[in-house]
């Protein structure tokens, strides 16, 4: 896999220049740079009880929580997803600046990364339903139907593990996949950055969580917001 260091904002800028003519490119950001590719429900303690298990009971008890009826089950499997159940999905964004903010909002001791991978291929949800796919040492990518407004905001895509545990990398990959590394003094910087154009807690996720979130950071931070203003900048 190709790593490539981020020394600064403009080098950022840079970086992520080459991706804007193309809708191929998918971005995921991690605030821990040593964490692996890996869904939720393929990491421990997750690992004890079968995802579709899980998702079996989710269903039977989150029915009364749903608006919309007849949802299918890649959009129930998107809401089970976006609301903490462990399932085999792994969200990626089509916008580097979602991928930046994941990348750099925790673990502000740690270097973060931002990977970039372009796949091979794409799962057509009107032909398979996720528990359906026979390839078992395979990783695939969907593109989610709007079914909750996370997903609409942080314009998302999920890969799909068929074995939880299967980490994407250099052998399980299926296109080409690249590692931005984000130096953990250039986080700060960088949530100020992404902040100005948009993109934070209150953006990515638009309800009462990401309103208090927000205003949570925003008071951690408070000092920042000084009112000057250079000139010659």
């Known amino acids: 896999m190709k790593e490539i260091e981020i020394k600064s904002i403009d080098d950022f800028h840079k970086r ?17 740079i040593d964490w692996e590719l890996i869904p939720k429900a393929g990491r421990k303690p997750y690992t004890n009880v079968s995802d579709l298990s899980l998702f079996t009971h989710w ?4 029915i009364t929580h749903l608006k919309k009826e007849n949802n299918t089950e ?13 399932t085999r999905l792994l969200d990626w964004t089509h916008n580097p600046l979602v991928a930046a903010f994941f990348a750099t909002s925790e673990n502000t001791e740690k270097d973060g990364a931002i990977y970039i991978y372009n796949p091979n291929s794409v799962i057509l949800h009107e032909t398979i339903a996720p528990f359906e796919i026979e390839e078992k040492k395979k990783i695939k990518f969907h593109q989610p139907n709007s079914s909750s407004s996370r997903i609409i905001n942080q314009l998302g895509y999920f890969s799909v593990h068929t074995n939880p545990k299967l980490a994407l990398n250099d052998k399980t990959k299926d296109g080409t996949l690249e590692k931005l590394i984000i130096k953990k003094e ?11 154009y948009g ?15 927000h205003l949570e950071w ?13 000139e010659k900048a």
Do not use: C
Not at 189 to 194: A, D, F, I
Not at 218 to 230: C, L, R, S, V
């Open 16 to 32: 992520i220049e080459k991706y804007r003519k193309s809708s191929w490119f998918k971005f995921r950001g991690q605030s821990d």
């Open 74 to 86: 890649w959009e129930l499997l998107a809401i089970a997803q976006h609301t903490g159940l462990p």
């Open 59 to 62: 269903k039977r008890r989150a």
């Open 186 to 196: 250039l986080k700060m910087e960088l949530m100020y950055m992404l902040n100005q």
């Open 199 to 213: 993109v934070n807690y209150l953006t990515l996720f638009p309800d009462l969580e990401g309103l208090s979130k």
């Open 218 to 230: 925003f008071a951690e931070n408070y000092e920042y917001w000084d009112n000057t203003f250079d």
